[in-house]
């Protein structure tokens, strides 16, 4: 269940920063911005890719604006896992994760 994402990873100017272009709004008009060691406590969209990207490691901040999630690395570090990250995000069946039967809600 849920679709992937497309995501096009995309180099920036400034050294360290990386963008990712997707095939939808994750924030709709409005700008999110994460940092290390913030309490992320919502449950829309950037707020658990924004978990998931922490999670990851590797990271300083992201911010998210509509379709773009723009991505400080932690010195030395690399994008390896983070449009997989992404592409997941709207995924639910996965590896480990158990199907829902009738019988598990009681019916």
């Not at 406590?41 to 999630?69: K, Y």
């Not at 592409?87 to 996965?94: G, I, K, V, W």
Request: overall charge negative; hydrophobic content about 35%.
């Amino acid at each position: 269940m849920g679709q992937p994402i497309t995501v096009v990873e995309k180099p920036s100017s400034r050294g360290g920063v990386v963008r990712f272009e997707i095939n939808r709004s994750i924030t709709g008009m409005g700008h999110e911005r994460y940092r290390p060691g913030d309490d992320i406590i919502g449950t829309r969209p950037p707020d658990e890719l924004a978990r998931r990207l922490f999670e990851h490691g590797g990271i300083d901040a992201v911010h998210m604006n509509s379709n773009v999630i723009t991505i400080d690395l932690a010195k030395g570090a690399g994008t390896e896992g983070i449009r997989e990250l992404i592409e997941e995000l709207f995924l639910y069946y996965r590896e480990g994760v158990e199907v829902p039967t009738v019988e598990s809600f009681g019916g």
